[in-house]
């Protein structure tokens, strides 16, 4: 460690102190908004020069993040019309699938039709030939 | 928005071709920081979409539509990655002339971050694509840990732990400690 940032330094407190290797895995997360400050690292921030330069990095990188978010891209313009003809695509894809599904259907419902005609026939026979 | 949602979530296929032309820019913005290649980018926006449109009738309007859209870009993101990976061609640098770096409105301010936004958009860019994802879907488009886990096939945990290496790797390389500047 170079010596121009002070290293913690101690004082009279009857929380247990922390050392900067504990408070800067806790750094990224505050910045991040993710989680507050305990007592016993704030009092190590209060003291600790390292440690507060690495908290203001840390809020810089998350400034810098949302920054790089809002930084337009520049896309490709026929972007949009490859989107359009991709789901065109599908939706025909779709509708010739669709075909053989209905026809199964029809068919299916066209012999369960057939079934129970027949069924209905040959019990009204055995009726006739009982009576 | 939320109208076009209803009617698109009703079956009007004009209603989600325009939410289409709201939305695809940003879509694609996600897709390019997420898998680092305009072609990838592209393919992952086109399925996207198609995802989308496919399930648009079961969005239950809990989270905005663009928050819904990046769980789907997010997810077909790391199917295509997974995919390329087992392929093997990255086309490294494409990514290179795409950003606009046209300086903001706050020159004092703006002129110093958008120094550190160049810097830090390479670090991003030499992420492995396991930390980068984590870190793009969390602190630029504000993904909570549950959805980016999910999106992502990896526990809670894990896109936690993934998130602090992540942010503690572009720390170091962006702004370094005292020490920590990488040797020549």
Known sequence: MTSEISAPTTGPTTRPRRDCKSVSDVLAAVAGGERAYGPAELDHLASCLRCRVEESRYRRLMDAMRLLREAPVLEDSRLESQILLHLDRYGHRWAWDARPRVAATVAAGAAAAAGLIAFTARHRRAARLAS | ?184
């Not at chain 2, 390329?84 to 706050?106: E, M, S």
């Not at chain 2, 936004?117 to 992420?127: F, I, M, S, T």
């Not at chain 2, 993904?143 to 290496?165: D, Q």
């Open chain 2, 1 to 184: 928005m939320v109208a076009l949602v209803e009617r698109a979530k009703s079956g009007d296929r004009e209603a989600f071709d325009r939410l289409v032309r709201v939305t695809h820019s940003d879509a694609y913005a996600l897709a390019l920081r997420l898998t680092g290649s305009t072609e990838d980018a592209r393919d992952v926006v086109q399925e996207a979409y198609l995802r989308a449109y496919k399930s648009v009738g079961r969005f239950r309007g809990e989270a905005q539509f663009s928050t819904w859209l990046y769980r789907i870009v997010a997810n077909c993101s790391t199917t295509h990655l997974s995919r390329r990976h087992r392929h093997r061609h990255d086309h490294l640098g494409a990514y290179d002339d795409v950003i606009d770096t046209r300086p903001d409105h706050d020159p004092v301010l703006q002129g110093d971050l958008a120094e550190l936004r160049e810097r830090l958009d390479a670090a991003v860019r030499d992420l492995p694509a396991r930390l980068r994802s984590v870190v793009v879907l969390r602190d630029m488009y504000d993904l909570p840990h549950e959805a980016i886990a999910a999106e992502l096939g990896i526990s809670v945990t894990a896109a936690k732990v993934r998130l602090h290496r992540a942010r503690r790797r572009l720390r170091e390389q962006v702004l370094p400690m005292p020490g920590e500047e990488s040797q020549p």
